[in-house]
């Protein structure tokens, strides 16, 4: 609302016509003084004359009508509507000093309070209908395959990258005071900036809240959950009851967060950041990896099976990057060129690592 109710209809709108314009703005100097407590005797006397004066009557009566059409209602919430009624009644129900003419100020008065109060009723049900519409709002999931890898608009123009295997939930309009998803599996995120509606992305117990920003999460189930950040700053959260969180970790570009939800421990780790925004792109990095878990992570990529023969080290990790957008073997030659080991494919669909002899 863009309207100071403490002036409203007699301090920001053009006078009648049938009122002289400059009395008019000497009687806006007179109301100001009066609104703020500050009249002389003689300026007193003068507000009497001024409210009994029939012209100026039909003048307020317009200049309500006016100031009422043009408010905003949908700048004003609830809390701060029954604050500026809560004034009006303070301001303009006290108990004044000219006896005779109180009775038909009050009248004024209340016109005001009334057009004030049919806003609150017509902002509250605008209220009542946009929070009905979320509660009914459409829930949208998206589920990928493994081998299967998408990029997803959200409602708010948020972009996620959503990886093999992984799924996102959200509603199809989002809540008016916050962003909300649920995730399982791998995503990178990228977050449109919103100080006012924070994004929320639920993953089991685990919150990770944003303003705007763009991070990864890993989430898979049966393994440990990890957030790292590319730009901006990330809050992870744990849910301990309905009333009660712990705060994880405040994570900025560079930073991580492994949580491990068996051992309920959260340990900080070193993020890569130009990794994390090329997963986004279709790089895949190994950091201190096994061979097996290499092979885990290639196995959802690809949708493919690999098995690991006993003649292959697995105890040796590897740090390295294959481009997730070529083929598998291209993936592989890579791996096992570096690990010193070799590949062979059993149909399509089948892998088997060895030892290179």
């Known amino acids: 609302m863009g309207i100071n109710p403490i002036s409203y209809g007699i301090l920001n709108s053009a006078p009648c016509a049938s009122i002289n314009s400059m009395k008019t703005e000497i009687d806006r100097e007179l109301l100001t003084r009066y609104i703020n407590d500050s009249c002389t005797t003689e300026d007193l006397n003068r507000v009497k004359l ?3 004066d029939p012209a100026w009557q039909q003048a307020l009566e317009s200049l309500l009508r006016a100031d009422y059409a043009s408010m905003d209602y949908e700048q004003a919430d609830e809390v701060t509507l029954a604050q500026w009624n809560q004034e ?3 301001k303009y129900f006290k108990k004044s000093p000219i006896k005779f003419w109180w009775r038909q100020w009050i009248g004024y008065a209340a016109a005001c309070l009334v057009l004030l109060s049919i806003g609150g009723y017509f902002l509250n049900q605008a209220s009542i ?4 519409v979320v509660a009914t709002a459409k829930m949208i999931e998206k589920m990928n395959p493994r081998g299967v890898r998408s990029r997803i608009l959200l409602p708010d123009s948020s972009v996620v990258y959503l990886g093999a295997g ?11 005071k916050e962003r909300s998803l649920t995730l399982t599996g791998e995503a990178f995120f990228e977050v449109s900036k919103n100080p006012k509606r924070p994004f929320v992305i639920h993953t089991g117990a685990i919150q990770t809240t944003v303003l705007g920003t763009s991070f990864k999460i890993t989430a898979f189930k049966g393994s440990p959950l990890t957030v790292e950040v590319a730009t901006g ?12 969180t712990t705060e994880l970790a405040v994570l900025i570009p ?10 309920r421990k959260a340990t900080a780790i070193h993020t890569d950041v130009s990794a994390v925004k090329g997963w986004a792109v279709g790089e895949i990095s190994f950091k201190n990896r096994s061979i097996r878990q290499i092979a885990a992570e290639l196995e959802n990529w690809y949708a493919v099976e690999i098995k690991i023969a006993k003649s292959a080290s697995i105890d040796q990790h ?14 592989l030659d890579i791996i096992c060129n570096t690990a010193q080991l070799k590949y062979h494919f ?4 089948v892998v088997t690592i060895s030892a290179d002899k």
């Open 166 to 176: 992984s799924s996102i939930r959200f509603p199809e309009q989002f809540a008016p």
């Open 254 to 263: 560079g930073e991580g967060v492994m949580w491990d939800g068996k051992r």
């Open 50 to 52: 001024f409210l009994q």
């Open 346 to 349: 059993n149909g399509k669909q």
């Open 88 to 90: 009006f009644r303070d």
């Open 318 to 331: 590897f740090s390295l990057s294959v481009d997730g957008t070529a083929s598998l073997a291209d993936a």
């Open 233 to 244: 700053k990330v809050r992870v959260s744990q849910t301990e009851s309905k009333t009660r």
């Open 129 to 132: 209908k946009a929070d009905r």
